[in-house]
């Protein structure tokens, strides 16, 4: 059990403030033009994201067992079909494939951070931003090993079911994050650039936005919420019930997550407008190819980068620590309660092997192609935008539908009815409706 409501929201934002916030959102903002983007996204955060996290750290709260348990159990109550029981082992997959792929771009943080402890230290810096990138996409060994390291400082974590290191890394670390994000923020409005990054970001060119765009957007609001996958019912089942609004929490987790994606974009945009990069097409290397040219050129350059990727890692690992831990917690509930470490072992390799593939996907194995997509962009599709809001439906439709509605009602006590009803009504019919267009028209 979490020790109070604060810890919760500790974890909870610690789960949903991580690359997707500073890696993923700048890049896929940059690849699927800019304020069209940005503006789809933010509504799916509102009409989408905020009911379903709800939905999702509701359903935890009131099974109190792994995601799959808890909505077994949720559906016998509610004398609803036990098939319901399929729904988390989706997001339990999902959850586990995002963190092979994540695994490796974190390990690309550590490679960052270490790059910058040898220049502190007197080595050379980093003048040629893109061919520094290049270089370690082109090396599976560096790339293997960082992917290693990152994937045993996970494990240990969810192997041990440590609470306190989870709190003090999200208590004390998030806020330096937060800091420095605003540093950069700071030295764009210096760079000249950053009228244009607002622009970029905020100004949506309305004909931009086809079926790809929404669902790249849909897809990124559920990854940085960490919804679909079950991470946040995974924690919620470890939320005490007394007098902790879901509602009012669920807006300050989301507000945060937000909050640090447009602070990281107006950060990074400045950036890259004033080094001379195309703010369009910037691909997964977007942060590392732009930022170090901002380091390289402030006074202290060196420890501002050192700072910003250690806790960019920081950042990445509390995220991973909830893509492990709702499969971990599933199969030690049913392997029985000693198993725990050898499941996350298990999990953690599988999941090392599978990014594995992924970082191969960027040099042995680059003319391995699904369409226009290498397999690391395959899993990273798949996933994040087609797993993730599918599974996030389906929470939705089960809350809606198959939850018995004194069950919903009780764990939502605060609620006014109108208010109550609303977001019945967007679970059952809204969230669902809206997702299926998204993904039909896509398809289409
Ligand atoms: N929300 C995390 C981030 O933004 C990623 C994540 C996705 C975490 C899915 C858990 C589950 O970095």
């Known amino acids: 059990m979490w020790s109070s409501r604060l810890v919760f929201i500790l974890a909870a934002t610690g789960s949903a403030v991580g690359l997707g916030n500073i890696w993923r959102f700048p890049y896929m903002a940059s690849d699927n033009g800019g304020g069209a983007f940005v503006l789809v996204y933010l509504a799916c955060i509102a009409i989408l994201g905020l009911p379903i996290l709800i939905a999702e750290v509701l359903v935890g709260r009131q099974g109190r067992r792994s995601p799959v348990h808890s909505v077994v159990t949720i559906s016998e109550a509610s004398r609803a079909s036990a098939a319901w029981g399929l729904m988390p082992v989706m997001g339990i997959?999902?959850?586990?494939?995002?963190?092979?792929?994540?695994?490796?771009?974190?390990?690309?943080?550590?490679?960052?951070?270490?790059?910058?402890?040898?220049?502190?230290?007197?080595?050379?810096?980093?003048?040629?931003?893109?061919?520094?990138?290049?270089?370690?996409?082109?090396?599976?060994?560096?790339?293997?090993?960082?992917?290693?390291?990152?994937?045993?400082?996970?494990?240990?974590?969810?192997?041990?079911?440590?609470?306190?290191?989870?709190?003090?890394?999200?208590?004390?670390?998030?806020?330096?994050?937060?800091?420095?994000?605003?540093?950069?923020?700071?030295?764009?409005?210096?760079?000249?650039?950053?009228?244009?990054?607002?622009?970029?970001?905020?100004?949506?060119?309305?004909?931009?936005?086809?079926?790809?765009t929404v669902l790249a957007a849909t897809g990124q609001a559920f990854f940085t919420l960490s919804l679909g996958s079950c991470s946040m019912m995974a924690y919620g089942a470890y939320l005490p019930r007394d007098n902790i609004s879901l509602p009012r929490t669920a807006g300050t987790i989301a507000l945060t997550d937000t909050a640090v994606a447009l602070l990281a974009g107006m950060a990074i945009?400045?950036?890259?407008?004033?080094?001379?990069?195309?703010?369009?097409?910037?691909?997964?290397?977007?942060?590392?190819?732009?930022?170090?040219?901002?380091?390289?050129?402030?006074?202290?350059?060196?420890?501002?980068?050192?700072?910003?990727?250690?806790?960019?890692?920081?950042?990445?690992?509390?995220?991973?620590?909830?893509?492990?831990?709702?499969?971990?917690?599933?199969?030690?509930?049913?392997?029985?309660?000693?198993?725990?470490?050898?499941?996350?072992?298990?999990l953690a390799l599988f999941c090392w092997l599978l990014g594995l593939l992924a970082a191969l996907s960027l040099n042995r194995l680059a003319h391995v192609k699904f369409g226009e997509r290498d397999i690391m962009g395959l899993l990273e599709f798949v996933a994040s935008d087609l797993m993730l809001p599918l599974g996030g439906m389906l929470i939705a439709l089960f809350t809606g539908w198959a939850m018995d509605r004194s069950l919903l009602r009780g764990q939502l006590p605060e609620m006014p009815e109108w208010a109550f009803t609303a977001l019945r009504w967007l679970l059952r019919v809204v969230a669902p409706l809206l997702v299926l267009a998204v993904l039909l028209r896509a398809a289409l």
């Open 269 to 346: 945009f400045p950036i890259v407008i004033a080094y001379g990069i195309s703010p369009e097409g910037g691909g997964p290397g977007l942060i590392f190819t732009s930022l170090p040219h901002a380091f390289n050129d402030m006074p202290l350059g060196s420890l501002y980068g050192l700072l910003f990727f250690a806790l960019l890692s920081v950042a990445a690992w509390t995220s991973s620590i909830s893509m492990l831990e709702p499969g971990t917690a599933w199969l030690s509930e049913r392997l029985g309660v000693g198993s725990r470490k050898k499941v996350a072992l298990g």
């Open 93 to 212: 997959l999902a959850a586990l494939m995002i963190l092979s792929f994540y695994s490796v771009v974190a390990g690309w943080t550590l490679h960052y951070t270490w790059l910058y402890v040898q220049q502190l230290l007197g080595s050379t810096r980093l003048e040629d931003p893109a061919g520094s990138f290049g270089a370690l996409l082109g090396n599976p060994l560096q790339l293997g090993m960082w992917h290693a390291v990152f994937m045993v400082l996970t494990v240990v974590v969810v192997a041990l079911g440590v609470e306190k290191g989870l709190e003090r890394a999200v208590r004390w670390l998030m806020p330096a994050l937060f800091a420095m994000l605003l540093l950069l923020v700071g030295y764009g409005l210096t760079t000249g650039h950053a009228a244009d990054a607002a622009r970029f970001l905020f100004q949506p060119d309305f004909g931009k936005i086809d079926g790809a």
